[in-house]
C-alpha cells in the first residue's frame, strides 16, 4: 500500500505529530429535510410528532463545550437539522457554545443565507458544508432535497470564513469520482475536509450495507492527503471501527471525529484508541480515558451564567460526569 507509506511522509512534511479528538456538538435530532437516504434524521421524521421537542436544551450543550475545553477535545462543529430552531436561538447557542469555549469554533447548520450568516461571524472561525457524496447524479439520488449547488453559493459569500466539507465514503462513489472532489476542493480553496465511513442505520436503504472495507476508506483518506498536503483533514470513527484509528493516523488524517466519547469514555475501545494512535508514531492532546482533577462548580460559575441556567449546567454536568467515570460502554450515539 505505497499510498499510505507516501500520506504518511507528506503528513510529516506539512505538520507536527499531534493529534486530537474533534467533537461534534448536535443541537437536534430531528430534520426538516429527513430526505437524505443514509441519514438517521431520515427515519424520525414520521415518528416525531412534536418537532419541537427534538431538540438538546441549552444547558447540555453548554456542558459539552466545557468538557471539550477542560478534556482537551476540540470542537469539530456545532450542527444539527433543519429549521428545528429560530436563526435568532441558533446564533446565540453559538455565542454560548464559542465564549465557554474560548475560541471562535465551526459551523455545520445546512445552507445558511448572506444575512443570517453575518450574525454568525463574530463567534464562528469558518463553515461547514455537508457534501456527503460529490459525484452530481448520486448526490441528487442519496441527497435530493440538499443541492450542492446551494452549499456552493454560500462558499461564494463566506468572506474570510474558513471553509469545509464532510464526504462519506460508502454511498456508492467510485474511485473515479475523486477528481471530482480534489477539483471542487481547489474550485473553493477549502481548509479542511471531514471523512466519515458509512454507519449503517436501522430504517434506511443503506441498513444492510457494511460500509466501506478499511482499505477503501483509507484509499480516500491518504490520496486527499498526497494531493493536498497543507490541508486538514479529519476522519470519523465509531464503537464499530474504533480500530481504525491508528490506521487513520497513517493515512495522513490531523485527528478524529464521531466516536462517542462521552458515552465510551475509559472504555477499552477508548484505550485502544490512544494506544494505537500512540503506536502509530502520533502524540494525542486531550483524553477519552482519562477525567482530569477540575473544579467542576467553580467553572461552571466563572461563566456567569443565568441563575436557573446555571444550576441546570451544574446538574447535567454530574449526569455526564457519573456516566464517564463508569468507563462502561454504552453505545454510540452519533
Known amino acids: 500500500m505505497d499510498y499510505l507509506e507516501k500520506a504518511q511522509e507528506v503528513y510529516r512534511e506539512n505538520f507536527n505529530n499531534e493529534t486530537w479528538y474533534g467533537r461534534c456538538i448536535f443541537l437536534s435530532w430531528y ?3 429527513g430526505t437524505c437516504k443514509f441519514c438517521f434524521r431520515s427515519t424520525q421524521k414520521h415518528k416525531i410528532k412534536f418537532a419541537a421537542n427534538a431538540k438538546r436544551t441549552l444547558s447540555s450543550v453548554i456542558v459539552e463545550a466545557l468538557l471539550c475545553k477542560k478534556l482537551g477535545w476540540r470542537i469539530e462543529f456545532l450542527t444539527g437539522g433543519y429549521k428545528i ?3 435568532k436561538d441558533l446564533v446565540e447557542m453559538t455565542k454560548q457554545v464559542s465564549n465557554v469555549f474560548g475560541e471562535k469554533i465551526w459551523l455545520n447548520l445546512g445552507v445558511i443565507n448572506l444575512e443570517d450568516l453575518d450574525q454568525f461571524r463574530p463567534y464562528i472561525m469558518g463553515i ?3 457534501i456527503e457524496t460529490i459525484n452530481p447524479e448520486l448526490h441528487k439520488e442519496i441527497c435530493p432535497d440538499k443541492d450542492i449547488e446551494s452549499y456552493e453559493k454560500m462558499f461564494s459569500y463566506a468572506g474570510d470564513l474558513k471553509k469545509s466539507i464532510t464526504i462519506v465514503i460508502g454511498l456508492g462513489e467510485k474511485k473515479e469520482d475523486f477528481e471530482l472532489l480534489c477539483n471542487f476542493i481547489e474550485k473553493h480553496k477549502l481548509d479542511r475536509i471531514t471523512f466519515y465511513a458509512l454507519k449503517p442505520v436501522k430504517g434506511t436503504a443503506f441498513e444492510n450495507s457494511l460500509g466501506p472495507n478499511t482499505d477503501n476508506y483509507l484509499w ?3 490520496n486527499t492527503r498526497i494531493r493536498f498536503p497543507k490541508m486538514e483533514i479529519i476522519a470519523g470513527t465509531t464503537s464499530k471501527r474504533y480500530e481504525e ?3 487513520l493516523m497513517k493515512a495522513g488524517a490531523n485527528a478524529f471525529t464521531k466516536f462517542s466519547a462521552t458515552k465510551m ?3 477499552k475501545q477508548a484505550f485502544r484508541i490512544e494506544k494505537d494512535i500512540k503506536k502509530s508514531g502520533r502524540k494525542m492532546f486531550g483524553t477519552i480515558t482519562k477525567l482530569p482533577i477540575v473544579e467542576w462548580n467553580k467553572e461552571i460559575e466563572a461563566l456567569k451564567l443565568e441563575k436557573e441556567l446555571e444550576k441546570d449546567v451544574k446538574e447535567k454536568m454530574n449526569i455526564y460526569l457519573n456516566r464517564m467515570r463508569d468507563g462502561k460502554e ?3 450515539d452519533e
Open 330 to 332: 454504552c453505545g454510540d
Open 220 to 222: 480516500w483518506i491518504a
Open 31 to 33: 430534520c426538516d429535510l
Open 128 to 130: 461547514v458544508s455537508s
Open 245 to 247: 484509528v491508528g490506521e
Open 85 to 87: 430552531f429560530p436563526n
Open 265 to 267: 469514555f475509559g472504555t
